[in-house]
């Protein structure tokens, strides 16, 4: 899987209250996820489909499928619960095509999707007050 994250700090997002519908206690990111979905809809003009935001057992999620290239981005807590300072939160971006065992031996992804993806949520994530990158795994 060609996998990248950046982590970074923000008191934006909730952090602090625990949902009903939360999976576990450190689900947070729901709102953290359809901001960012939001942030980077101006990739629609590029062919690229973007999925409502997921809940996973480590955080959020939405889908941004180019072609037939699916991308997961990964918004993931990291903590072992609300916590009153500002959160740290890692973004993952990655190349998915799930259980297909076809697609995931023999096809090969669109690298130029993938990066314009990761290059445009780096940009807005690195461009917004209120919002610091601690480091960079791209």
């Given at each position: 899987m060609d996998l990248k994250s950046l982590t970074v700090e923000s008191d934006l997002f909730e952090h602090?209250?625990?949902k009903p519908h939360f999976i576990n206690p450190c689900c947070f990111g729901e709102d953290f996820?359809?901001?960012?979905?939001?942030?980077?809809?101006?990739?629609?003009?590029a062919g690229f489909e973007l999925s409502q935001p997921i809940q996973e057992d480590y955080g959020w999620g939405f889908w941004a499928t180019h072609g037939e290239d699916p991308?997961?981005?990964?918004?993931?807590?990291?903590?072992?619960?609300?916590?009153?300072?500002?959160a740290e939160w890692v973004v993952s971006i990655g190349y998915d095509p799930g259980l297909n065992?076809?697609?995931?031996?023999?096809?090969?992804?669109?690298?130029?999707?993938?990066a314009r993806l990761r290059d445009r949520v780096w940009q807005v994530l690195?461009?917004?007050?209120?919002?610091?990158?601690?480091?960079?795994?791209?």
């Open positions: 602090r209250e625990v996820a359809v901001w960012l979905r939001q942030q980077v809809v101006d990739l629609t003009a991308f997961w981005i990964a918004l993931s807590f990291c903590g072992d619960g609300p916590t009153e300072e500002p065992v076809v697609k995931r031996l023999f096809h090969k992804h669109d690298r130029q999707a993938l690195g461009t917004t007050p209120g919002i610091r990158v601690i480091s960079d795994e791209a």
